[in-house]
């Protein structure tokens, strides 16, 4: 019996299940966000976050730990130099999990596991959108158009009041 087990093997041997992670792990750190079944999303976020709270501390001894765990050299540089810089304030939670729909050949539950801190949708620095005042009355751009030229023919008449004569000229072409 398995009771009190946390770990999901995830029908995997044990050196399988390592190798799996570890790749997926360096994907992760690669790409900032990868698409897996949501069994993997979890089991790898256990695997993850460890690695980049060990990332924190950048000395001699976190670097062959963390490179013990994901086996790249590259991925590992990657980690200690932008994502330990992006994440030196965080106490914890680097990653996301969003849940996904359904693959559609084995309807496998689908989710997407992502950095918290490459993330612009949710993150702080979005801007937030004007949304346009509409009315009832419609009003053509033609009638809205000269108020906005208006307001910039009086900034450069103060400016310069001769660049103004030939912008008030109407077309004579009748």
Avoid at 16 to 42: D, E, F, G, P, Q
Avoid at 99 to 124: F, P, Q, S
Avoid at 127 to 139: A, L, P, S
Avoid at 157 to 162: G, H, K, V
């Amino acid at each position: 019996m398995r009771h009190g087990k946390k770990v999901n093997h995830l029908g995997r041997t044990a050196s399988h299940r390592k190798a799996m992670l570890a790749n997926m792990a360096s994907s992760l750190i690669l790409h900032k966000r990868i698409t897996t079944t949501l069994a993997k999303a979890k089991a790898l976020r256990t695997y993850v976050e460890p690695i980049i709270t060990k990332s924190k501390n950048d000395t001699t001894h976190s670097r062959r730990t963390v490179f013990a765990y994901l086996q790249d050299k590259e991925v590992v540089t990657i980690l200690f130099r932008e994502i330990a810089e992006k994440v030196a304030n965080r106490p914890g939670g680097y990653t996301r999990i969003i849940k996904l729909n359904n693959r559609l050949g084995d309807n496998a539950e689908m989710a997407l596991i992502e950095l918290v801190d490459y993330n612009t949708v949710y993150g702080k620095d979005v801007e937030v959108k004007e949304e346009k005042k509409t009315t009832r009355r419609g009003r053509s751009k033609a009638a809205a158009a000269p108020k906005a030229t208006e307001a910039k023919a009086e900034v450069t008449e103060e400016a310069a009041p001769a660049e103004e004569a030939p912008a008030t000229e109407e077309p004579k072409g009748e």
